[in-house]
């Protein structure tokens, strides 16, 4: 078999959507398990919407899910922008204008739109009814449009991989415009030059599209081009079985990242909208690679489901090595106003694995890692429970008795105990006003690791600052 060759295609949005993530996913994992290309080219003839942050913003997504794409050897960058091929698009009109494959047609806009309005009374299908076809008598210079003489005669047939054969009937597709008046070639023009330009041999995107496969196989039979394989991926939905929108949450990728999501969970989330093997949900990527099929893409849209994703986040964050998540831990600190020229890496190395276990997303890591750094920290209402004059008393016991012990485990753990044994207190009686004072919450990992973690220095300050305020008696 000849080299796989897949690509995404994205139109810049300004964003890479979840959609459009899923869409590369398939394709990338297509690629690497054929040991094929994949290709990025970047849908920008729409120049209003297309700026340089717009596109940015998607490779930007891409390299965060880890999609390396490859180059093909006739872009200019790594990624193919379709401005850059305005000549090509140009050069192919004019040879199906040449062959009598498409012709000039005259109608004005608002001819269309008039002659739209009065199908759709009569509840029709609006078409364009091919009028300038045979049309002549009218100077070149007059303003036209460049229209594809669609065949009208029999079906055209879509062998899809996931949908199987999808029969259109010829006489619903009418005469495409190719080049609007102002010369500009259009969507399905660009697509099916640049798709047989790059050798593309599966065509795999999202189901939306599936309406203009027929159009764009006419296109290759007009070219006499062979026509690659299709996959027409079922579409993301939400929870109300709506097509996947703002009103469900977010639907940028960068957003994910944003709000502390590893990109592995994102990746091991997306690919099973879709997609399964078996009844697993967990994969390595080197699994991904070696089990993806377009075969067990599903024929149904998937849902999705931001509590799947937010326990696969988890999931991966418990299981990540600690220095792999220092980076945007970082970030986040950042964030959560822990500056990064204030944090030893080495200290957040060991304050982690602490965290792991309890943070479902690195916000909720950050925001619990965030008291190991500040110099003053702020007070959750909850902590009041534990912050009351009737405490007072455990506090001044602790400060004593911490006071010439090392902050390690065993001689803490016998400190705490021994305090316990004299004031008649269980563990947690101690523990929770230790915790409340020196984290400014009620949950943290376990004490010994908090006191260890934090050291000496700051838990006694922390500690004497609630000892000062309570014996003033304030509440
Ligand atoms: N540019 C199209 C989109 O963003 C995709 C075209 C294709 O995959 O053929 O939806």
Redesign the pocket.
């Known amino acids: 078999m000849s080299e796989i060759r897949v ?5 810049p949005t300004g964003f890479l959507h979840i959609g ?1 993530a899923r ?1 590369a996913i398939f394709n990338w994992l297509y690629a690497r398990h054929h040991q094929g290309k994949f290709y990025l080219r970047i ?1 920008d003839t729409d120049q209003s919407r297309s700026t340089d942050e717009a596109i940015e913003a998607i490779l930007d997504g891409m390299r965060w899910l880890g999609l390396d794409w490859d180059r093909w050897e006739g872009s200019k960058g790594d990624a193919l922008r379709q401005t850059e091929r305005f000549d090509l698009y140009r050069q192919k009109i004019s040879d199906l204008l040449e062959q009598e494959k498409a012709y000039r047609c005259y109608c004005t806009a608002d001819e269309l739109a008039e002659r739209r309005k009065v199908a759709m009374k009569a509840k029709q299908v609006p078409r364009y009814d091919g009028r300038c076809r045979d049309r002549t008598g009218l100077a070149p210079d007059h303003p036209y449009a460049i229209r594809f003489k669609a065949s009208k005669e029999g079906k055209i047939v879509v062998r899809d991989q996931v949908k199987g054969e999808v029969v259109f009937d010829s006489s619903t597709v009418d005469d495409l415009i190719i080049a609007r008046s102002d010369g500009s070639p259009t ?1 399905n023009l660009c ?1 099916v030059v640049d ?1 047989v330009a790059m050798g593309i041999t599966h ?1 795999i ?2 189901d ?2 599936l309406n ?1 496969t027929p159009r764009q196989i006419q296109l290759y039979e007009a070219f006499g081009y062979p026509i690659p394989h299709f996959a027409h991926v079922p579409m993301i939905l939400g929870s109300d079985k709506a097509r996947l929108s703002k009103r469900h949450g977010a639907t940028a990728v960068q957003q994910y990242r944003d709000e502390g999501y590893l990109p592995e969970a994102m990746l091991n989330y997306l690919v099973r909208l879709g997609w399964s093997h078996k009844d697993q949900e967990i994969f390595t990527l080197e699994e991904l690679v070696e089990k993806f099929a377009l075969e067990d893409v599903g024929t149904s849209p998937a849902i999705f489901n931001p509590e799947k994703l937010l326990w696969l986040n988890a999931h991966y964050i418990k299981n990540a090595a600690p220095p792999h998540l220092v980076e945007s831990l970082l970030k986040q600190l950042n964030d959560v106003g822990v500056a990064k020229k204030r944090i030893n890496t080495e200290t957040l190395n060991r304050i982690i694995p602490a965290l792991q276990e309890r943070s479902r997303t690195l916000i909720e890591m950050a925001e619990s890692a965030a008291y190991f750094f500040l110099d003053e920290i702020e007070y959750d209402e909850k902590t009041q429970k534990f912050l009351k004059p009737e405490n007072l008393e455990i506090l001044k016991t602790v400060r004593k008795t911490l006071d010439d012990i090392p902050f390690e485990h065993d001689p803490l753990l016998e400190a705490l105990k021994g305090i316990c044994e004299t004031m008649g207190l269980k563990l947690a009686q101690v523990a929770q006003p230790i915790r409340a004072a020196i984290t400014g919450k009620v949950v943290s990992p376990g004490i010994f690791d908090v006191l260890m973690l934090l050291g000496k220095e700051k838990a006694f300050k922390r500690i004497d600052f609630q000892i000062e305020r309570l014996s003033k008696g304030e509440p």
């Open positions: 690509r995404f295609a994205p139109s459009g869409t849908e969507y697509v798709d065509v995107r999202g939306d599209h203009n």
